[in-house]
């Protein structure tokens, strides 16, 4: 099953120069929580900005157009079939984990949705596509806790295609 994941501010900003434009620990920490043990799918430069490393005890496949690109202990596709392909074959979640163009191929094939919605305002350069709401239901809404380290107003969201 296809799973979209993310964080974002209250204007949908995603990123910033391929990296998070806040730090939020209990955002991490929910991120590892909820993709542990699954497949994460992510794009080239999303890849690049979390290190080029794979995150630990997670499949990660990194999408990219470059056939010559290699990566250590990932798996490489070249397209939105092979992924689909893999997810079926696999039957297990599958996570998509950005940027931008990655969430706005994969999105009409995801049955589920985590968000984490900070209300707050960041600078950056990437932003979560348009997303037809009306398609998803939202099935929990939690906030998270506010500390020294966690300073923003934020809630963990998880909604589920209303045709799924």
């Known amino acids: 099953m296809l799973i979209a994941i993310w964080a974002q501010d209250k204007n949908g900003l995603i990123g910033k120069n391929n990296r998070l434009p806040w730090h939020l620990p209990n955002d991490l920490r929910f991120f590892k929580a909820t993709t542990i043990n699954h497949t994460l799918v992510m794009g080239r430069k ?5 290190g080029g490393r794979p995150l630990p ?13 290699q990566a250590t202990n ?16 696999t039957q297990g979640k599958t996570f998509i984990a950005g940027g931008s163009a990655i969430y706005r191929e994969f999105l009409p ?21 348009e997303l ?14 506010t500390d020294e380290k966690n300073p923003y107003r934020y809630y963990f969201e998880i909604y589920t295609r209303i045709d799924a």
């Open 46 to 50: 999303t890849f690049e900005g979390m």
């Open 57 to 69: 005890d997670r499949q990660t496949i990194v999408l990219t157009r470059d056939k010559n690109h």
């Open 74 to 89: 990932v798996l490489v596709m070249h397209s939105l079939e092979e992924v689909l392909a893999y997810d079926q074959e």
């Open 109 to 129: 094939y995801c049955k589920k949705i985590y968000r984490t919605y900070i209300e707050e305002s960041f600078e950056g350069d990437a932003y979560f596509p």
């Open 132 to 145: 037809a709401w009306g398609e998803w239901q939202l099935i929990e809404r939690k906030q998270g806790l």
